[in-house]
Each structure stands twice: as structure tokens, then as C-alpha cells.
């Protein structure tokens, strides 16, 4: 999955959609968008548009998570590492998010990589 298709699939697609599986590189290219337009935006207007930005992308960027640990076969719920302060984020990244989901069909759904090169 390309950037602007992951961005598209995020926002538009699956908004709030926290069914099925998403690949690692969609969850990485809206990290990426997330990232980028929150710093430009911090330089443009400061925190008033960048917490505007925030808000905005909260949600799918929830779901975009919960999707990717789909893609691990593991729940949403681990996704509520994150509210441990600083451990839960790395955990959450260097165990779930850095690896590649499971090949074929789990309990979540299809493989979002199924048909692809």
C-alpha cells in the first residue's frame, strides 16, 4: 500500500471502522501523514490548528491501530497499553506494530496483503 492509498483508507475508508485487518504499511504511512502535517501545522499555526489536527485524527488513528493488531491476530484491547505512560507506546510498537501480520486468513478476517505482488 502506497502513502497516498494508506491516508485515503484511513480517513475516508475505514474512518471508524475497527473490524477487519490492516497492513503494516498503512498503519506506518498514516503514522507518517499523522506525523508530518501535525509538524507543519505546529509551525504554521501552533497548537491551536495542530490540536485542531489532533482531534481530527484521533479516532481513525485508533482504529487504524486496532486494525493493525487484527492483522497480528491479537485483540483491540492491547491497544489500551498505551495508557501506561511511555512503556505501553514502545511495547505497543516494538513487539506488535514492527512485524509482519499473519499470512493468510485469522480469526479477523482476510490477509489485507492477500493478492498483492
Not at 44 to 64: K, M, N, Y
Request: charge should be positive.
Amino acid at each position: 500500500m502506497d502513502f497516498g492509498t494508506a491516508v485515503k483508507t484511513c480517513l475516508i475508508e475505514n474512518y471508524l471502522t475497527f473490524s477487519g485487518r490492516a497492513a503494516r504499511s498503512e498503519y506506518w504511512w498514516f503514522a507518517l501523514f499523522v506525523f508530518g502535517t501535525g509538524a507543519v501545522l505546529q509551525l504554521i499555526g501552533g497548537d491551536v490548528l495542530s490540536g485542531i489536527f489532533g482531534l481530527a485524527v484521533l479516532l481513525p488513528g485508533i482504529s487504524v491501530a486496532v486494525r493493525r493488531l487484527h492483522d497480528l491476530d491479537r485483540t483491540g484491547w492491547w491497544y489500551m497499553l498505551v495508557v501506561v505512560p511511555l512503556i505501553g507506546a514502545l511495547v505497543l510498537i516494538f513487539f506488535f506494530f514492527i512485524h509482519r501480520g499473519t499470512v493468510g486468513a485469522n480469526r479477523f478476517g482476510l490477509d489485507p496483503l492477500a493478492g498483492r505482488g
